[in-house]
């Protein structure tokens, strides 16, 4: 589904990402770990194309499609989700007006007519339900005075919204409270499919308690340095990263 | 500046000729003030972005025969901002009209022309035509003083309530380069309510059109008072608009000025709350591309104790468009438990784009809570990105921020679906369709 070859970037001319190589196909769960500053959120960041930082070299291949040639709409109507570490605020842009355009942006991308009001409604209460997200909540502006944990959970309802083929979690789990946590991961799990796959990005063995990867990697001063099976979380939650350098 | 004075003393017989004796009567002393001081001088402190004597430099047209007839108006044309209306009437040119299915307001209640007013309320005319705009010696205000020759009064009695909302369409219509002078007076005794709209229009893009507008209104004890008035106006349209504000206690009035398309305008706001507990909301929302300039200059005077004032300017300036805003906030001596809160946010869409703002607080008072904050800035990055990470391209994400942007003023609007009808106005405006108001010409 996506792959990623010798990938480098840089932001204000100081190289983050030092050559990264990651495989991930559909049905699987990757989570990629490692101590600050070693360049996960800047992966993230690249994937999904902020315009801050800048590929030096290398590729990303997702879907047969080289995702760096497309623009940031474009990588999400192809089905690249980020959910992101500090959702943004958006006053004055409602939930529902902000959700509808997506949504039907994505319908037009795949040749489907867009959803008129009744539908849209519909689908956004069954996804709501999903991540027990408040109702009022959709009836406010974009993330306006949401808590920490209403912006996480209102990342994981827009996932549900979009249906991506693939959703990174950018450290989906800091600042959350523990129930909020349960109800995040479960929301996570339900859209797994076999057509799908996700990568986690956290500091901490706690949310992969509930999100089981298949595949742990551990980014390190720009570089994938260790990769192995969940074992390597526990391992890593035990005794630091400091063996590994 | 001179040809005017020699329009004046030339035609001043037939300046005269059509209006009420108690109109003429204000007209010498204003011509000795514009003779004396002129047309405020560019670069002049409070004409720093707009240079009136430039813009009325060359020769303009005037209408200096008002026609016979204030009746009814004759040109089928209905602007349907507001679904419902109390009452609808027309400046054409600076001369009043009736709307044709006005229905009849509460008792008492005058709503007509300046000069219907002058004659058949002389008293009332004297103790209030021209006693706010005199206490200034502004060259503009004098200006449209001397020339003036009709405009629209709405005398609302003690006490009376009108429900739905008046409302005043100017237009500026003809094929000839043109200067019209428009008057609008409203008066609003203890407890009286009402809502005035007021829409701006030309009927031609092509003809340079200038108007300028001295508004006086005052707002008795307890009365609650709605203004509203939108430009919506040619690129070749210079407005020049002073507006007079006296608030007696407990008062309650709310401003909007909405500049949705124009030329060049300047519109001055001089609030003085002159009893306890008035309360002013002055908001303006101003949308400016391509070359157009927009200058708001605001003084809102708090000279008693006990009155609040929040002041709102917002504008998105694109292109090579220019904005200016300029807020001064006087809290005179012993004016104890002011609040007066400013707020000026600018959205600048292009690097050719200008904004120019001063926020003026002088404080005389040790008591009270004041606070202003200016933004200039460009579209939220960090928004427009997460938008576009969700499959919103990226001029459509743009437009949905810059349509956020506008919602801050227009949510203040109190008549009811005015603030609807003008959303779909902006938006109509960010999609590069004409904006004109459903039936407008």
């Known amino acids: 589904m996506l792959t990623i070859r010798n990938l480098h970037a840089s932001v204000n001319g100081k190289e983050i990402l030092k050559g990264i190589d990651l495989q991930v196909n559909a049905r699987e769960t990757h989570a990629i770990m490692g101590p600050n500053g070693s360049g996960k959120s800047t992966l993230s960041a690249v994937l999904v194309g902020h315009p801050a930082f800048e590929v030096t070299q ?42 509808r355009t997506a949504v039907n942006e994505h319908r037009k991308y795949q040749g489907k007519e867009p959803l008129n009001a009744g539908e849209f409604l519909k689908l956004m209460k069954e996804k709501q339900a999903l991540v027990e997200l408040d109702k009022s909540l959709v009836n406010r502006s974009v993330n306006e005075g949401f808590s920490g944990g209403e912006k996480k959970r209102n990342e994981i309802f827009q996932m549900a919204m979009l249906e991506p083929r693939l959703a990174i979690l950018d450290e989906t789990d800091s600042g959350l409270d523990i129930d909020s946590l349960r109800i995040v991961a479960q929301g996570v799990n339900q859209l797994k499919r076999p057509d799908n796959a996700t990568i986690v990005i956290t500091h901490y063995q706690r949310l992969l308690d509930y999100i089981h990867p298949d ?31 | 500046m001179q040809q005017y004075i020699d329009l004046f003393t030339q035609h001043k017989s037939r300046i005269e000729a059509s209006c009420a004796p108690l109109l003429n009567q204000a007209r010498e002393q204003a011509f000795e003030t514009f003779r004396r001081t002129g047309f405020p001088a560019y670069r002049s402190e409070d004409y720093t972005h707009t240079d009136v004597p430039g813009l009325l430099q060359e020769d303009f047209g005037f209408y200096l025969n008002r026609p016979a007839s204030s009746g009814a108006f004759p040109l089928a044309f209905h602007c349907q901002m507001l679904l419902q209306t109390a009452f609808s009437a027309y400046d054409v ?34 103790a209030y035509y021209h006693r706010l705009a005199m206490q200034e010696a502004d060259g503009l205000a004098a200006f449209n003083t001397a020339f003036v020759q009709d405009g629209y009064v709405l005398y609302v009695p003690e006490n009376v309530i009108i429900e739905n909302p008046i409302q005043l369409t100017n237009l500026l219509i003809g094929n000839q380069r043109s200067l019209i ?21 030309t009927g031609n893009e092509q003809t340079a059109m200038a108007a300028t507008q001295v508004c006086e209104i005052f707002a008795g004890k307890g009365s609650v008072v709605d203004f509203c008035e939108m430009e919506e106006c040619s690129p ?21 000025a909405i500049t ?17 507990h008035a309360e002013l909301q002055l908001s303006g929302l101003t949308i400016a591309d391509q070359r157009q300039r927009t200058d708001n200059y605001t003084v809102i005077h708090h000279q008693v104790p006990d009155c609040r004032s929040h002041e709102l300017f917002q504008y998105l300036v694109e292109e090579q468009a220019i904005g200016a805003f300029s807020g001064r906030i006087i809290v005179a001596p012993g004016a104890q438990h002011t609040e007066a ?10 690097r050719e784009a200008r904004m120019y703002s001063k926020p003026q607080l002088e404080i005389y008072a040790d008591d009270v809570k004041c606070s202003h904050g200016m933004s200039t800035g460009q579209i939220d990055e960090t928004a427009l990105f997460y938008m576009r990470s969700r499959g919103i391209p990226e001029a459509e994400a743009r437009y949905l921020l810059k349509l956020a942007f506008t919602m801050d003023v227009l949510r203040g609007i109190r008549m009811e679906g005015l603030s609807d009808r003008l959303k779909w106005l902006v938006e109509k405006r960010f999609r590069g369709e004409l904006i004109k108001c459903q039936g407008c010409i």
Not at chain 1, 89 to 94: D, K, L, M, N, R
């Open chain 2, 260 to 276: 949705l398309a124009n030329g060049t305008t300047r519109n001055n706001y001089r609030v003085d709350l002159a009893g306890a």
């Open chain 2, 181 to 201: 002078n428009r008057r609008l007076l409203l008066i609003f005794e203890p407890g009286a309510q009402a809502k005035v709209l007021v829409c701006n229009h």
């Open chain 2, 236 to 256: 070749q349209t210079i407005r020049l608009a002073a507006h007079y504000v006296r608030q007696e206690s407990s008062s309650d009035v709310r401003i909007h």
């Open chain 1, 215 to 245: 595949v742990v990697h551990v980014l390190y001063n720009g570089r994938i340095i260790k990769t192995a099976g969940p074992e390597l979380a526990l391992e890593l939650e035990e005794k630091g990263y400091d063996w590994l350098k």
């Open chain 2, 93 to 126: 040119n600076g001369y009043f009209y009736s709307g044709e299915k006005n229905q009849p307001l509460p008792e008492g209640v005058f709503s007509g022309s300046l000069n219907v007013f002058a004659e058949r309320y002389p008293e009332l005319f004297s």
């Open chain 1, 58 to 99: 290398g590729e990303a291949i997702f879907n047969g499609q080289n995702l760096l040639a497309m623009p940031p709409e474009e990588r999400s109507c192809a089905g690249l989700f980020l959910s992101f570490q500090y959702p943004v605020e958006i006053p004055g842009v409602s939930m529902v007006n902000f959700m």
């Open chain 2, 341 to 350: 809160y400013q707020t000026n946010r600018n959205l600048l869409g292009s």
